[in-house]
């Protein structure tokens, strides 16, 4: 007989509450984040650099700028490689540990057992997001106190915050979605990585037009996040979507790869 969605969900969060990866990289995405939008105000302070070298102190008047200020708030965004693993290493597993045969005996409708996952990591996205933020905002607030900077308002604070709870909801439901796909777990994690860490930030660079296009550039304009980087090392306006344009890429990216990754899992021998 068939498990209900609630029982499926339950066991669901069972098998990921135990599983010690899942909370080493949640704690890792807030970190990381956080060191990110730290660094980021440190090397922008008035002189810092300067300071560094032993040479003279030159102001630079980048924490005044508040697209800067909504760009460190936006390293919230950088948690989303954490929660697209989790989302793999979620699915592979049973592959790799071979609990996918029991998984499907409990119940045997196999596209129910991949919304299972993604609904689950679908809010395993939002409090990470959640717990991103605040840890960010605080990380950045304690930073900026040496320094003059542009005001933290509300409602830069709650562009990031919508943009970044939907793009992290969506990059757990891809996690799951390419986990379904490619089922070794060594080569979907690679393949993750090398996508996001390399292919995606080199397209962007060299072909900014192509690169709007693509998951991180819509998660960027998803949190209204309107600076990118040149190879200079400069930030500049970036070409983007509009926040809406983001999010309904990011959609249509989980959506295709949730499509595929389902009719893939239902034709897949697993024995």
């Known amino acids: 007989m068939s498990a209900g969605v609630g029982t499926m969900l339950a066991t669901e969060w069972r098998k990921t509450a135990t599983t010690k990866l899942a909370w080493v990289l949640a704690i ?18 008035p002189g810092i650099l300067d300071r560094l070298a032993g040479t003279a102190t030159t102001p630079t008047g980048m924490l005044t700028n508040p697209d800067y200020l909504t760009s460190t708030l936006g390293q919230v965004s950088t948690a989303s490689t954490f929660v697209l693993l989790m989302g793999i290493v979620a699915m592979t597993g049973e592959y790799r ?7 499907y005996l409990a119940s045997p409708r196999r596209s ?17 997001a959640v717990l991103t933020m605040i840890a960010v905002t ?11 900077h542009a005001p933290l308002t509300a409602d830069m604070w709650l562009s990031v915050l919508l943009g970044s709870v939907i793009g992290l909801v969506l990059y757990a439901v891809l996690g799951v ?40 550039d819509a998660l960027k304009a998803a949190m209204d996040v309107g600076l990118r980087s040149e190879f200079s090392g400069q930030l500049v306006s970036a070409d983007t979507l509009p926040v809406w344009g983001g999010i309904l890429l990011l959609i249509g990216y989980a959506a295709v790869f949730g499509a595929i990754a389902s009719r893939t899992t239902l034709s897949r021998d697993i024995t």
């Open 138 to 148: 605080i990380t950045l607030m304690v930073a900026l106190i040496p320094f003059d």
């Open 112 to 128: 129910r057992v991949l919304v299972a996952k993604m609904l689950l990591f679908a809010a395993i996205g939002v409090a990470v």
């Open 28 to 45: 890792i995405a807030i970190g990381y984040s956080s060191l990110q939008a730290g660094m980021l105000v440190l090397l922008a302070a």
């Open 97 to 103: 540990h071979m609990t996918i045969t029991s998984t």
């Open 177 to 216: 979605s390419i986990g379904a796909l490619i089922p070794n777990q060594v080569a979907a994690i690679v393949t993750a990585l090398l996508w996001m860490l390399l292919l995606e930030p080199l397209i962007g660079l060299t072909f900014p037009k192509v690169g709007m296009w693509l998951p991180g």
